[in-house]
């Protein structure tokens, strides 16, 4: 994604964005951020932030 608040603004609209490094996909679960591998059913809490660009220029929806 081009910039932090474009990914922000993509999980508050209930997208799911998949990094094109790990795989993993992330998105809001009750205003929190939630993370899983593949196409798993179970989402965990993320503790990832979204503070340096590494973070979210991998990020697609």
Known sequence: MESREAVLEALSAGKKLT???TGLQYIYIDGKLHARH???NDWSSS???????PSWLNLRD
Do not use: R, Y
């Open 38 to 40: 593949g196409e798993k």
């Open 19 to 21: 990094s094109t490094v």
């Open 47 to 53: 503790a990832l932030c979204f503070d340096n660009p």
